[in-house]
């Protein structure tokens, strides 16, 4: 086996390889799945951890306090502790809640990011799913996520959670169309919705420098859209604690809370991958025209500290947004969307269709 | 989709979905009521239809409680009203039991009893302000107006001894004189704050979110204002000049000069902005006195046991929150025949329901949050 | 139509301005870590000092002598608003006069009934209580809060008179 931190392509298909050799080709495949299905539970399990303790540290900082200090060296192992309590607690179900629905709300939120996950690249051949169309795929899958929540609202019989749910199911219906429209503003550039093209295409530069002004408007576009579409503030409308309690997850408690705390940040992890796969050229290293030296360097930091990095810098912009901004109403949430972010997405097309037929990029 | 019949008792073509009215219980457990106030919400949708406050959740009955206590015991249940302005509750008591005993206080003591009484308002509208951010969502304000209101705490316990409930107003004067650190540590506060402010400014202001949220939000007229007997920074906002510092000076306020905010929008965004003014106008009140504070005793030679001459006795004050009234009736006893506090979070709640109709959850919120109310002072 | 396109552009460039200026606040204190208030409370036990005047828990003053100045008048159970403070006074021969003279027996203090309202202590004639500052008064058993402030063995100091 030949292990290559800048190349995983050959480690990946020696993998398959070797097991090919000693199953037999159906059962290769079974093990192949599971192996990866058990990463990626793993892996996620871990992300939750670690994104909600630099979550409430990040929080902390803006707010010049500490945050958690007590469990672990500087309170790291505070999210475990918080997550053996929930585990702990009892599965409350409302009395008059529809039961069947209510769990499964918990663990379709839960689906819809695991299926997400799947298709993002976070280095060279380290990519599970790599479809022709994996843009359309990950926007597709990760709106799945908001039948969870509507479910949840409705089924838990509580009317704060109904508002909530509704809200939800306002705001992501909406800002979908922007996600959309903002990412195939790029993919006017690469000409393919498969997910390592776009990565191969910006080996170069990145595409939020060599698409001109269109790129930086779609990147705004983007971020914002995005923040609105995975219910964080100040579009946290469906869970605005301050009106509606805890919107659509009021009645959930124990483990199936978790999981939509879980699942919120999972996506939040998604839409960071989607944009820095996008527009920050994925696992790509920052190269300078012909500083060669310069770029040498960045070559020899590996792809997945690339990638992690970057998507570090995008939620972190994320939580500065959160952390920052007062929740806006659920009419201004739509005049944001149809009356701003959809003409001036539209417009950006158009603009960004021009530049590319011109050649006016880089 | 519902087919009717019409008056012949044919049926009708026309089909229409119904929509229904529906009840939310806001409160008494809910984050943005602040305390245990109860909110019965008529929605249509989003939509508020009507806004009715049930209160008593907190009832503790202070006034009858009055009635057996001494006058000296009087001035602490009144830090339990207004918890927020307590300095201010207790010194509108000793106000007035001093009117009643017809007691000359030292010059003194109105001026110690003037700059707490500032102070205590910008701590309570640095709360309020970290509160109304947090109520649209921006949880950072909280700990940004937390962290300028320590400053005054800290001053509080070192003078009077306790951060909150202070109690340190006695019938005739203070309980103990200013502690030596006191001066220095208020020009610091102010010092400090003055820098700070603009930061409130920056941070929700001018922020675009927030403008959206409040402007045109909860229009109060200044009849209505009037009539449902609004006071404080709320009336203000709504062209209502009721500041009763300026209107019927008490302790010190008639030696300073200082501006009454008064604003004519009468919107969240209006009344938002004089609480901030207001706290720019106490800062500039604690300046002019902070200096001048005379010499003297900080407390008026009182008997051990106060006995008001029988009559009815009122003092008015202008607390955070608006006009606070002490009415005691002595029977020439050594506790209160009858005490009764007018109340400026009662008749400001009330308010809220004309204001709301046809609003939306959210501005519920932000409007709430703008009355600055404090439920254990509605209930009592 | 060209004003109503440059107030739309212009209105979005205002917004995005005032969101910076409030993310330029959030982000200098986050860069700023010095300016941090977190009092870390249990750590900072050695060096936490209240003020003097912090109002904790009352306790009667006791020299090295045992002695106190309590003279069991009653004054600040009648000034206490909520019946925190109980004295149980016994009679006692003054040795030099030879007549009876009250002498405190318990000074009992229910801890959870007190405001800290401060009245006890300037109702004292003779200085005898003051207010500690001691803050940390949480116990698992509720009777653990009802204290009597006089030590064993403890006697009025000589030449303290109501």
């Not at chain 2, 306790?162 to 200013?178: H, S, W």
Request: glycine share 6%.
């Amino acid at each position: 086996m030949n292990f290559n931190i800048y190349d995983f392509t050959d480690f990946v298909t020696s993998v398959s390889n070797w097991l090919n050799e000693i199953l037999s080709p159906e059962l290769a495949v079974i093990t192949g799945m599971a192996i990866i299905g058990i990463i990626f539970l793993l892996f996620i399990a871990l992300l939750g951890l670690s994104l909600v303790y630099i979550e409430r540290k990040v929080c902390a900082f803006f707010q010049q306090r500490l945050g958690p200090m007590r469990v672990g060296f500087w309170g790291t192992a505070q999210t475990i502790a918080d997550i053996i309590k929930l585990i702990f607690k009892e599965p409350l179900v409302t009395k008059n809640a529809d039961k069947f629905l209510f769990n499964l709300a918990a663990f379709i939120v839960m689906i819809a990011p695991l299926l997400a996950i799947a298709a993002v690249p976070f280095a060279k051949g380290l990519h599970v799913l790599d479809f022709d169309i994996g843009i359309f795929y990950v926007t597709a899958v990760s709106s799945i996520g908001v039948t969870g929540i509507l479910l949840a609202g409705w089924s838990s019989n509580n009317k704060y959670s109904l508002i909530g749910a509704m809200r939800s199911g306002a705001q992501i219906v909406s800002y979908e169309l922007s996600v959309g429209l903002s990412l195939l503003t790029i993919i006017i550039l690469t000409g393919s919705l498969q997910l390592s093209e776009i990565v191969n295409s910006q080996s170069d530069g990145w595409w939020i420098f060599k698409g001109n002004i269109p790129a930086v408007i779609a990147f705004i576009i983007f971020i914002i859209a995005s923040t609105a579409e995975s219910n964080r503030g100040p579009f946290d409308l469906a869970e605005a604690e301050s009106e509606i309690t805890a919107g659509f997850h009021t009645e959930y408690s124990g483990i199936k809370f978790a999981f939509f705390f879980l699942s919120e940040y999972v996506n939040l992890f998604i839409i960071a991958a989607i944009g820095t796969t996008v527009f920050f050229g994925g696992w790509m290293p920052l190269h300078l025209g012909n500083l060669t030296f310069f770029n040498n360097i960045m070559d020899f930091i590996p792809p997945l500290i690339w990638f992690f990095m970057k998507v570090a810098a995008l939620l972190f912009l994320i939580m500065w947004f959160k952390w920052t901004f007062p929740r806006l109403r659920i009419d201004q949430m739509l005049t944001l969307e149809w009356k701003y972010l959809l003409p001036l997405n539209l417009m950006n097309l158009m603009l960004m269709s021009i530049v590319s037929l011109n050649g006016w990029h880089f | 989709m519902f087919t009717l019949l019409d008056e012949n008792g044919k049926t009708d073509t026309k089909e229409f979905t119904e929509t229904q009215e529906y009840f939310v219980n806001m409160g008494p457990q809910h984050p943005s009521t602040h305390g245990v106030l109860r909110l019965l919400l008529t929605l249509d949708g989003e939509i508020i239809r009507r806004v009715e406050p049930h209160i008593g959740y907190i009832h503790r009955s202070i006034e009858k409680m009055c009635e057996k206590d001494s006058y000296q015991q009087v001035v602490h249940l009144t830090d339990r009203m207004d918890y927020l302005s307590c300095h201010i509750n207790n010194e509108a008591v000793c106000l007035c039991v001093e009117k009643g005993l017809q007691l000359e206080i030292p010059e003194r003591v109105k001026y110690i009893r003037t700059i707490i009484s500032e102070l205590t308002r910008i701590a309570s509208h640095q709360l309020w302000w970290g509160v109304m951010g947090m109520d649209l969502g921006a949880i950072t304000s909280f700990l940004y107006g937390f962290r300028d209101r320590e400053m005054i705490t800290d001053i509080f316990e070192e003078t009077c001894g306790a951060r909150l409930t202070m109690n340190y107003n006695v019938p005739g004067g203070v309980m103990f004189d200013i502690h030596p650190n006191f001066r220095k540590r208020t020009k610091d506060f102010i010092s400090h704050f003055k820098k700070k402010l603009p930061e409130y400014d920056e941070l929700l202001t001018g922020n675009v979110i927030f403008e959206e949220r409040t402007k045109g939000i909860g229009y109060l007229s200044k009849e209505d204002a009037i009539s449902f007997g609004v006071t404080g920074p709320s009336a203000r906002a709504s062209g209502f000049a009721c500041d009763i510092r300026k209107k019927i000076p008490y302790s010190a306020y008639d030696k300073v000069d200082f501006k009454e905010i008064v604003f004519t929008e009468g919107d969240s965004y209006t009344r938002y902005k004089a609480r901030i003014a207001e706290m720019w106008e106490s800062m500039h009140i604690i300046e002019q006195l902070i200096d001048n504070i005379p010499e003297g005793e900080f407390k008026a030679k009182t008997k051990a046991v106060i006995k008001l001459p029988p009559g009815e006795y009122y003092q008015r004050v202008e607390t955070a929150r608006g006009e606070l009234g002490v009415f005691i009736i002595s029977d020439n006893k050594k506790s209160p025949y009858r005490v009764k506090f007018r109340s400026p979070g009662f008749s400001n709640l009330f308010a809220l329901d004309t204001m709301a109709k046809g609003c939306k959850i959210a501005d519920l919120v932000a409007m709430m949050s703008t009355l600055d109310l404090v439920i254990p002072d509605i209930d009592r | 139509m060209i004003k109503s396109i440059i107030k739309y552009f212009s209105e979005i460039f205002r917004g995005v301005k005032s969101l910076l200026t409030g993310m330029k606040i959030t982000g200098y204190y986050f860069t700023h870590p010095k300016e941090i208030i977190t009092q870390q409370y249990p750590e900072n036990r050695e060096t936490l000092k209240m003020f003097d005047r912090f109002r904790g828990e009352v306790v009667l003053i006791h020299d090295e002598n045992n002695e106190h100045k309590c003279t069991g008048c009653s004054a600040c159970e009648i000034a206490c608003p909520n019946g925190t403070i109980e004295i149980i006074s016994d009679k006692a021969i003054d040795p030099e006069t030879g007549k009876p003279k009250k002498v405190i027996d318990k000074f009992v203090y229910h801890l959870s009934m007190c405001t800290f309202c401060n009245l006890c202590i300037i109702a004292c004639p003779t200085d005898a209580i003051k207010m500690a500052q001691t803050f940390e008064h949480s116990v698992f058993d509720r009777t653990k809060l009802t204290k009597v402030l006089n030590k064993p063995g403890s006697k009025i100091m000589a030449g303290i008179k109501e």
